[in-house]
């Protein structure tokens, strides 16, 4: 998916930007503030390395966000979505979320998977508003305290 996504030069107004080796500290530095079991420096440089669709979403050059997406055979898969932590809560995700579908629908996909803990209930709040459905359970798929946690499948299907 290489669509440029329309962007503006308003201050305050968050740009998405494609992920360098050089956001890796300050990716990881979030993700490491965020999660339980974070993504190692290793996934992302790994996802970067395979050219997975990597995207930095920044305001006035402070990181509020990043996504990784991963597209074969006619389906994305949104493998992560965060939100750094003084930006939660305040509808950063929701657009964030919103300028990835639209990057998977301008790229022709068919559909965008993901997966996400069932203890994650507000994201899961966020994906049905945008129209994902729930379609399967992955059994101890996440790390968790203790022993591991179940994922939820969720897709968004596309017009043809």
């Given at each position: 998916?290489?669509?440029?996504?329309?962007?503006?030069?308003?201050?305050?107004?968050?740009?998405?930007?494609?992920?360098?080796?050089?956001?890796?500290?300050?990716?990881?530095?979030v993700?490491?503030?965020?999660y339980?079991?974070?993504?190692?420096?290793?996934?992302?440089?790994?996802?970067?390395?395979?050219?997975?669709?990597?995207?930095?979403?920044?305001?006035?050059?402070?990181?509020?966000?990043?996504?990784?997406?991963?597209?074969?055979?006619?389906?994305?898969?949104?493998?992560?979505?965060?939100?750094?932590a003084?930006?939660?809560?305040?509808?950063?995700g929701?657009?964030?979320?919103?300028r990835?579908?639209?990057?998977?629908?301008?790229?022709?996909?068919?559909?965008?998977?993901?997966?996400?803990?069932?203890?994650?209930?507000g994201?899961q709040?966020?994906?049905?508003?945008?129209?994902?459905?729930?379609?399967?359970?992955?059994?101890?798929?996440?790390?968790?305290?203790?022993?591991?946690e179940?994922?939820?499948?969720?897709?968004l299907?596309?017009?043809?």
């Amino acid at each position: 998916m290489s669509a440029v996504l329309n962007q503006t030069d308003v201050p305050g107004t968050p740009r998405l930007e494609r992920m360098q080796a050089a956001d890796l500290d300050a990716v990881v530095a979030v993700e490491a503030a965020i999660y339980s079991h974070p993504w190692t420096r290793g996934n992302f440089a790994d996802s970067l390395r395979a050219q997975y669709d990597c995207w930095v979403w920044r305001i006035e050059g402070e990181l509020v966000g990043y996504c990784i997406l991963f597209a074969a055979a006619g389906e994305a898969h949104l493998l992560n979505l965060s939100i750094a932590a003084p930006y939660q809560r305040r509808g950063y995700g929701s657009a964030l979320l919103g300028r990835v579908i639209t990057l998977v629908r301008e790229a022709g996909e068919r559909s965008l998977f993901l997966e996400v803990r069932p203890s994650n209930e507000g994201a899961q709040r966020l994906y049905q508003r945008f129209g994902f459905r729930r379609v399967a359970l992955r059994r101890d798929y996440y790390p968790a305290h203790p022993g591991r946690e179940d994922a939820l499948i969720y897709v968004l299907h596309f017009e043809s």
